[in-house]
């Protein structure tokens, strides 16, 4: 069908209206070159790896900041667990934290760092409409070709949009929910080793919902709070000069800052589109765009 469509595309004319040639039906002569032009450029494959996918929840890398450090090396040693001969042929890893946190990049890391040859991503986004029953169709069909694959990793994102969920009442997608615990909970057929990667914004909504008990392991991805890490970030970013750099932290050690590290990254983007303004002023401003997001918190003495 993408073959046909790409030769199809020979007898259409672009110009100030569409033109299709009369005679295209008889012309009409799919090629080689029709086949492999479709298969690079239209038709996506159900089992490789989702590289692009993987790509756009870290396009501005990983940082590794005190906890994040640590976070990685433990991820990392979970996934060479999962690789294992020796170990469970299903492990289920979930990463928790507040939004902004940071978590979707870390799974997504760990994912793409795990060199499965087959990897795919579950995202809310793509199944944005869906039904109840389309959703578990969906999610259902990745488990089944990761079955295929010897060593398969899924990245599933923000398992509480994933299912629907909202606080008011509380709501939530029970087919979806169910079709999530029995894939998380069941082990791959023989001789297949399965690594899942999960996050979620709501450890407590997980347990109420008797979903946190599938995990192998949970880690937690914390927000940043210690002026220390706070550098290693700004000075990772390069957003800012080593001067303004030690002018924001001397600023905020006269108080508390509590952050999210996506959060501090998308805050410090405002700051690249202010080159060549006063550096002073650059300083004020990022300080105050803290305050202003309530992620920092100045003392005053009294």
Same mark, same amino acid.
């Given at each position: #069908?993408?073959?046909s ?5 020979r ?5 100030? #209206?569409i ?7 008889d012309?009409l002569k799919?090629?080689r070159?029709?086949?492999i032009y ?5 038709v996506?494959?159900?089992?490789g790896?989702s590289?692009e996918?993987?790509s756009?929840f870290?396009?501005r &890398?990983i ?12 991820g ?5 667990q999962? $690789?294992?001969?020796?170990?469970s042929?299903?492990l289920?890893l979930?990463?928790?934290g ?5 978590t979707s990049a870390?799974?997504?890391? =760990?994912a793409?760092?795990?060199d ?7 995202n809310?986004r793509e199944?944005?409409g869906f039904?109840?029953s389309?959703?578990?169709f969906r999610?259902n ?6 079955y295929r694959?010897e060593? %398969?990793?899924?990245?599933m994102n923000?398992?509480? *949009? =994933?299912?629907?969920?909202s606080p008011?009442?509380?709501r939530y997608q %029970? ?5 999530m615990?029995s =894939?998380l909970?069941?082990?791959p057929p023989k &001789?297949?080793?399965l ?7 709501? $450890? ?8 946190l008990?599938?995990?192998t392991?949970?880690?937690?991805v914390?927000?940043?709070? *210690? /002026? ?7 000075d990772?970013? /390069?957003?800012?000069t ?12 006269h ?5 999210g590290?996506?959060?501090l990254?998308?805050?410090l ?5 202010m080159k060549g303004?006063d550096?002073?002023k ?9 305050e ?10 009294s």
């Open positions: #069908k993408a073959a469509s790409s030769a199809l595309k007898y259409i004319h672009l110009g100030n #209206k033109e299709v040639d009369p005679n295209a039906i012309k799919i090629t070159a029709d086949f479709s298969l690079e450029n239209d996506k494959p159900s089992l790896t590289d996918a993987l756009k870290i396009e &890398g940082i590794n900041w005190g906890s994040t450090r640590e976070l990685v090396e433990k990392l040693m979970f996934v060479r999962a $690789r294992s001969p020796e170990t042929n299903r289920c979930l990463l928790e507040a939004p902004t946190a940071g870390l799974a997504a890391y =760990l793409k760092n795990s499965f040859p087959f990897i795919k991503v579950i809310s199944m944005v039904m109840e389309s959703k578990c999610i069909k990745i488990f089944d070709d990761a694959s060593l %398969s990793c899924i990245f923000d398992l509480e *949009h =994933l299912m629907g969920y008011i009442g509380p %029970s087919l979806v929910l169910d079709a615990y =894939l909970s069941s082990s &001789g297949r080793k690594l899942v990667i999960c996050t979620s914004k709501r $450890r407590s909504v997980l347990e109420e919902l008797g979903l008990s599938v995990f392991a949970v880690l937690r914390p927000y940043i709070a *210690h /002026q220390d890490d706070i550098r290693i970030v700004l990772e970013s /390069q957003a800012l080593p001067e303004e750099i030690d002018a924001v932290i001397e600023h905020i050690s108080g508390t800052v509590f952050v590290l996506k959060k990254l998308g805050l983007d405002t700051m690249r589109v303004v550096s002073r650059r300083v004020a401003s990022f300080v105050n765009l803290l202003d997001e309530g992620v920092y918190t100045p003392e005053f003495s």
